[in-house]
Antibody, heavy 117, light 107 residues
Framework: QVQLQESGPGLVKPSETLSLTCTVSGDSISGYYWSWIRQPPGKRLEWIGCFYRSGSTSYNPSLKSRVTISVDTSKNQFSLKLTSVTAADTAVYYC???????????WGQGTLVTVSS | DIQMTQSPSTLSASVGDRVTITCRASQSFSTWLAWYQQKPGKAPKLLIYKASNLESGVPSRFSGSGSGTEFTLTISSLQPDDFATYYCQQYNSFPWTFGQGTKVEIK
């Protein structure tokens, strides 16, 4: 059974870069769509972006200028970098994987990132 | 972007009630739509994929239907464990987008 676990700082200062890692166990990180999704407090889920097909990426246009998703196959991990953060980037960040047509079938538990000085 | 709008935003119901949640899309697409259940402090859980396919392990009282611009999630007989927030999500085209959520509350 595939499992995903987010890790990274829970507090980031305004204008700095948010960096998170998703560690995958129980499955190879090659194949499928591997996504980052976030949820500001009390708000809807927002898809940030994904990588797929051994190197392709797609980003939400609303965040595209600030987002990079990368993968480290040797560690079975993928990462999120979000630059120039503001308080509006405060959210629970999830990593997730699709399941052959099942959209987000597998999710990490989520990690709260607060942007504050 | 395909905008997803759910109705109602909040729904008050009793155990045993039949509940229907609607999700409308700003553009038509076939069946690349999913439904999720989310409880406070937890990650969303996939209930329905491809508009009408029940995810493994999900009770059969949940069902989905629709295509084009209108989709529905139905709970045939609401159970105590079903009080939660439900989200629809399209994965027909990037950027993948979610509805604003429907909170099912105890009446």
């Amino acid at each position: 059974q595939v499992q995903l676990q987010e890790s990274g700082p829970g507090l980031v200062k305004p204008s700095e870069t948010l960096s998170l890692t998703c560690t995958v166990s129980g499955d190879s990180i090659s194949g499928y769509y591997w996504s980052w999704i976030r949820q500001p407090p009390g708000k809807r889920l927002e898809w940030i972006g994904c990588f797929y097909r051994s190197g392709s990426t797609s980003y939400n246009p609303s965040l595209k200028s600030r987002v990079t998703i990368s993968v480290d196959t040797s560690k079975n991990q993928f990462s999120l970098k979000l630059t120039s953060v503001t308080a509006a980037d405060t959210a629970v960040y999830y990593c997730a994987r699709d399941g052959s047509g099942r959209s987000f079938q597998h999710w990490g538990q989520g990690t709260l990132v607060t942007v504050s000085s | 972007d395909i905008q997803m709008t759910q109705s109602p935003s909040t729904l008050s119901a009793s155990v045993g009630d039949r509940v229907t949640i609607t999700c409308r899309a700003s553009q038509s697409f076939s069946t690349w739509l999913a439904w999720y259940q989310q409880k406070p402090g937890k990650a969303p859980k996939l209930l329905i994929y491809k508009a009408s396919n029940l995810e493994s392990g999900v009770p059969s009282r949940f069902s989905g239907s629709g295509s084009g611009t209108e989709f529905t999630l139905t709970i045939s007989s609401l159970q105590p464990d079903d009080f939660a927030t439900y989200y629809c999500q399209q994965y027909n085209s990037f950027p993948w987008t979610f509805g604003q959520g429907t909170k099912v509350e105890i009446k």
